[in-house]
């Protein structure tokens, strides 16, 4: 064995120790950062008017809050469906699959905190994402990891999945149920007028919509991309944050197999970015082969530049028979869903790593415009979550601010 080869072992053992004695989990630091109470919990006296933009899960949160204390309020919601990054698909398989966000990247008491429930004991049945089985492939070769590579990755960051239901299910049941009717679909934002004491929003048809106060919940990349005009412009350091925000373009796909012949999952290398397929049937109880496939970044680019979805297929089912012999074409059954998050024109991306970005800028996104139009959404989660309870957590966090400052 050579000098480099034992250095490479020491490394891995430092950092596989320092794992397990959890100086390195980014679960356990992200569960303490949870707040021990959110708006939920508190009540409000507000009398004013309030118009909720985007019916996500951090704008149906918000409403949440309005509707609990009987706030006089309106969601204002682009497209013809509620949820935003949050799908599920019930025709594929004999199981609900999200289309949108699937894992619970945090600690499963994450989901108490969400709906408001005191104490330790979660009501859903959840599935460890702990895998045993996982590769990589850097389009030449492909390499089975070994078992501390997958112990690490669980000890390191203990994710989970919904056992029998979906996150789209989670929010549905637990957040949105109670606000649906003062959701008015179809009513793209194009203007924000905040010049007046009443705040004026106009929708793409151009009705006009007037309120004491606005919470913003649309995903960075519609604000990136400058579809929302405010009256009077935002300054340049708000701009300047939202530029540097990185928000990937990207795309999942669903695909259903009569044989598995893939393991839990394979990590391919990327320069910029994630790539990578993966057993969405893991720990589900069911018949059916699912295979998922997540990409986000600068390999994007290269699907994109094809010319429909079923290319797309065609290159990924080429990529797969590369690795596995021919397998994927010889037990695909032709169903797939492809969801093209990147270029969905009110998302126009896929997912923020708010840890990973600078902190002054975080709190210039979280700064509300004169105390009369605020912000949620997950990348002005204030509370280090990622994805869906950093979305949710924000729109309790943002209301909260929006009903009490003077
Ligand atoms: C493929 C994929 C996989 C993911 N995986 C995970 C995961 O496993 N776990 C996890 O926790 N998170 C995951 N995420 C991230 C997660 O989905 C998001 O963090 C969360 O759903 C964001 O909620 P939100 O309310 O902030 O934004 P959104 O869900 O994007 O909601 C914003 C809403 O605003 C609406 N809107 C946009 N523009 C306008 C306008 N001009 N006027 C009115 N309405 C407008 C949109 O239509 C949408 O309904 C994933 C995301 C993607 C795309």
């Known amino acids: ?31 303490k950062k949870l707040p021990d109470e959110t708006a939920l919990h508190r009540t409000y006296e507000y009398s004013g008017k309030v118009i909720v933009i985007g019916a996500g899960a951090s704008g149906l949160a918000a409403a949440k809050v309005l509707e609990k204390n009987n706030i006089d309020y309106t969601i ?20 609900p699959i999200d289309i949108g966000a699937e894992w619970l990247h945090s600690a499963p008491i994450t989901l108490n905190k969400l709906k408001g429930k005191y104490g330790d004991e979660i009501d859903e049945e959840l599935i460890p994402y702990h895998l045993d089985c996982t590769a990589i492939w850097n389009g ?4 089975v990891n070994p078992s501390w590579h997958n112990n690490f990755s669980y000890n390191f960051m203990p994710e989970s999945k919904f056992k029998n239901t979906t996150w789209y299910d989670f929010v549905n049941e637990n957040i949105a149920k109670t606000v649906l009717q003062n959701i008015q679909y179809n009513s793209p934002v194009v203007s924000i007028d905040y010049t007046n004491n009443q705040v ?43 530029k540097e925000v990185t928000f990937h373009p990207g795309f999942k796909v669903v695909m259903k197999f009569s044989d598995k012949f893939y393991p839990d999952a394979i990590e391919c290398e990327v320069n910029n970015g994630e790539k990578g397929y993966y057993d969405i049937a893991f720990g589900k109880e069911t018949q059916d082969n699912i295979l998922g496939f997540l990409c986000a970044g600068d390999e994007t680019q290269k699907y994109y530049n094809l010319s429909s979805n079923d290319e797309i297929m065609d290159s990924l089912l080429y990529e797969l028979d590369q690795i596995f012999d021919g397998k994927a074409s010889s037990s695909y059954s032709g169903e797939y869903i492809l969801e093209n998050w990147g270029q969905y024109e009110f998302t126009l991306g896929t997912w923020t790593q708010a840890f990973q970005e600078k902190k002054s800028n ?40 929006l009903l009490t400052d003077q």
């Open 140 to 143: 030449t070769e492909y390499k």
């Open 76 to 95: 204002l919601e682009a497209t013809n469906r509620y949820g935003g990054r949050l799908k599920k698909d019930t025709t594929l398989a004999d199981f």
């Open 362 to 401: 975080l709190k210039i996104l979280n700064e509300s415009l004169d105390n009369k139009v605020y912000f949620a959404g997950e990348i002005n989660d204030p509370y280090k979550q990622m994805g869906v309870p950093g979305a949710i957590l924000s729109g309790y966090y943002s209301t909260d601010k």
């Open 200 to 242: 004026s929003v106009e929708t793409l048809n151009g009705s006009n919509f007037e309120a004491d106060r606005v919470l913003v919940t649309v995903p960075i990349g519609v604000l990136k991309s400058e579809k929302i005009s405010f009256i009077p412009e935002i300054n340049q350091e708000r701009k300047d944050a939202i």
């Open 1 to 31: 064995m050579n000098r480099i080869k034992i250095l490479n072992k020491f490394y891995l053992l430092v950092i596989t120790v320092l794992s397990f004695t959890s100086c390195l989990k980014w679960a356990a630091r992200a569960e």
